[in-house]
């Protein structure tokens, strides 16, 4: 395996807080293409503040402010001229509770495409199609593209939510709990879904569930309390924590 990985997000002296609570400390680290990358943590060190930032949809907390910086492709993407729209589009986001639209199907996906690519609507059935077979939902779905979302099951939907990100062709997608509202089969098949994904685009995932970090994610990121404590390759951090805390947390003693 190919481990010396381009580097595809590089987030430097990062902080940001709620009003006067500040949510993340100086974090500092690298995000390397066409890899998972799980930030995990107990609950409330940050993680979720960490993801939404990178989108910028964090900004839509009123009362969130950010310092340092978040490069992607060159630049920081808290820069004054940077089109949300057009960051949003390269890095997409997929949240904790599928959340499809109230139209079908096929509509879920079509809806952000016209939203982002005008020109390809010709193109269309090709698109919501390739994004369906990406996200492993096609076959089940290619003879129901008329109905609903809302009849699929919430694996299927959370599926669905994928393809619809998928559709607008990112290189990043960002996974905020994707499987916590999920039963244990629907909560495999995303985790399969994660690793294939990650041939094509840059996965990063938070996750409160270490057994899902160990298994499905090529880089770690362990925050606790707001900072980032450690971040390696997942394999030697599991064999080898540089730090204490990690080693709490991986030992379960820090839940
Ligand atoms: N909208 C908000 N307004 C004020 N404080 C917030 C808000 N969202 C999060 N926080 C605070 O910021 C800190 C980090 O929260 P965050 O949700 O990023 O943590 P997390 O690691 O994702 O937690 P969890 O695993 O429980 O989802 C917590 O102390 C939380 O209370």
């Known amino acids: 395996m190919n481990t010396e990985k381009e580097i595809v997000i590089e987030i430097k002296n990062f902080n940001g807080w709620y009003d006067q609570k500040q949510a993340l400390k ?55 001229n940077i089109d949300l729209s057009t960051l949003r589009k390269k890095i997409g986001m997929v949240f904790q509770k599928p959340v499809p639209f109230p139209m079908s199907i096929y509509e ?3 809806f952000g495409i016209k939203l982002h ?26 003879d129901d593209l ?3 979302a809302s009849s699929l099951s919430g694996g299927q939907q959370q599926r669905l939510c994928i393809a619809r990100a998928i559709a607008i062709d990112p ?24 690793e294939h994904l990650s041939e094509n685009y840059t996965i990063i995932i938070v996750t409160h569930n270490l057994a899902q970090a160990i298994r499905i ?15 390696g390759k997942t394999e030697d951090i599991i064999k080898n924590p540089k730090e204490q805390l990690t080693e709490d947390y991986l030992n379960g003693r820090i839940s």
């Open 108 to 110: 879920n996906i079509a």
């Open 171 to 194: 290189e990043i997608i960002l996974l905020d709990e994707p499987t916590s509202a999920l039963d244990p089969i629907a909560t495999q098949k995303i985790e399969n879904l994660i």
């Open 26 to 80: 100086d974090i500092n680290m690298e995000i390397k293409k066409k890899r998972v990358s799980a930030i995990i943590g107990p609950s409330g060190c940050g993680k979720s503040t960490l993801l939404r930032s990178i989108n910028r949809i964090n900004d839509e907390i009123p009362g969130y402010r950010t310092s340092g910086e978040i490069i992607f492709e060159g630049k920081n993407v808290y820069e004054n």
């Open 217 to 231: 994610s090529d880089y770690m990121y362990f925050m606790f309390q707001g900072e980032l404590i450690e971040s």
């Open 146 to 148: 008329d109905k609903p």
């Open 117 to 142: 690519t005008p020109r390809n609507s010709r193109k269309m059935d090709e698109i919501i199609e390739a994004a369906l077979k990406r996200a492993a939902l096609w076959e089940e779905v290619k």
